[in-house]
């Protein structure tokens, strides 16, 4: 992992006084336990690509404060953001937090904490074709996902 310039991680530390955290087990275990979760990934296309958590949203971090509105205008709703290790997702939800979402978490460990606690990972971009997620519903990720869309 690439060691993270000084400035960019006083701006991720000012922005964790602000928002709530999670871990990947806390998600895995509220999946597992059958509820229905929003989990939208925070970065690039080609990192989603490459694999992702099953049914997770693609809205890369240059975009979702762009697109969050069209995509979930309740802001209320839950919202999980995740990046690679948690540190784009908590700038994320910073940003959306501004923006008057009154829940939205950022998942901290993200994409690598899930990958090394063996968890399932979807591969390619997501949508129509996706595979089941475990205990029922369809995994259709990808920006085309309307506000009731839950994994």
């Known amino acids: 992992m690439a060691k993270h310039a000084p400035g960019f ?5 000012e922005a964790r006084k602000w928002i709530v955290e999670t871990d990947v087990a806390t998600v895995k275990g509220r999946l597992d336990h059958g509820e229905k979760l929003t989990l939208i990934d925070v ?3 080609g990192e989603f690509a490459v694999d992702h958590v ?11 404060e762009r697109d969050i509105e069209e995509q979930f205008p309740d802001t ?3 919202l999980i953001l ?9 700038l994320a939800a910073e940003a959306l937090g501004r923006m008057g979402y009154k829940h939205v978490i950022s998942m901290d460990g993200g994409i ?3 990958r090394e606690a063996g968890y399932p990972l979807e591969k390619g971009p997501g949508g129509a074709g996706a595979a089941p997620v475990p205990g029922g519903g369809s ?3 990808g920006a085309q ?7």
Do not use: Q, T
């Open 9 to 13: 991680l006083k701006l991720v530390n």
């Open 43 to 45: 970065r690039e296309d």
């Open 112 to 114: 690598r904490g899930w």
């Open 82 to 90: 995740y990046c690679g290790g948690g540190y784009r997702s908590a």
């Open 139 to 141: 995994a259709s990720g």
């Open 76 to 78: 209320d709703a839950e």
């Open 145 to 151: 996902a309307g506000p009731d869309f839950h994994i």
């Open 54 to 64: 099953p049914g997770a949203i693609h809205m890369g971090k240059g975009i979702i």
